[in-house]
Every structure is written in structure tokens, then in C-alpha cells.
């Protein structure tokens, strides 16, 4: 699976960050008996916008972009790991996961 476009921005160092330093934010939802993480910042002309945690899943679903979490793994680790991989490629350490769980 590619990664979804947000995925990608937050990843790419030369993108904004929140007043946080934050680059995403991501809430888990379960659909069909899987479980999604979603983001809750997206990139929106230009400028970063955060989204409740119902907007996001609505968002997610309607542009078919959540990450589907991988088979015995919770949601939050999932997150985590994704949090270390955005922080890897802009160049940083993740210091904790940017998980919101529902």
C-alpha cells in the first residue's frame, strides 16, 4: 500500500509543524472488524488543521486513508510506531506517541 498522502506530508521535513511540534495526530476507529488509525492534523490549503476526533474518522473514511493496524498489534503501538518512522525522515526522535484512543 502506498502511504496516504498525509502520512507522506507529515513525514517530509521541509512541511509545518503545530505550535506543539507536532506533525500528526491520530485516532483509532474500528470498521468491518478491523482496526484504522486516522489522522486528526491534516494539511488543508497549506495550513495545518486539526480535526475532532469524529471529523477525522469521517475524513479518513471518506478519502480511503487510514492505515489499517497490522493483526495482534494495538492501536496505540501501531501509532507509536508510525510517530518513530515520521520522526526518523524529518530528521528526530519521537519522545511519545501521538495516540488519542476512543
Do not use: H
Not at 491520530?26 to 491534516?42: C, F, L, M, S
Not at 489499517?68 to 501501531?78: H, I, K, L, N
Amino acid at each position: 500500500m502506498a502511504e496516504p498522502k498525509w502520512l507522506f506530508r507529515a513525514m517530509d521535513p521541509s512541511t509545518p509543524t503545530t505550535e506543539n511540534n507536532e506533525t500528526v495526530r491520530t485516532v483509532d476507529y474500528e470498521q468491518d472488524g478491523k482496526r484504522y488509525i486516522a489522522p486528526t492534523i491534516r494539511m488543508v490549503d497549506g495550513e495545518l488543521k486539526t480535526y475532532s476526533v469524529e471529523e477525522a474518522i469521517d475524513l479518513a473514511i471518506k478519502n480511503n486513508d487510514a492505515l489499517e493496524v497490522p493483526s495482534g498489534m494495538d492501536p496505540s503501538e501501531f501509532s507509536k510506531l508510525i510517530s518513530e518512522r515520521i520522526g526518523t525522515a524529518r530528521g528526530r526522535r519521537a519522545t511519545n506517541s501521538a495516540e488519542t484512543s476512543r
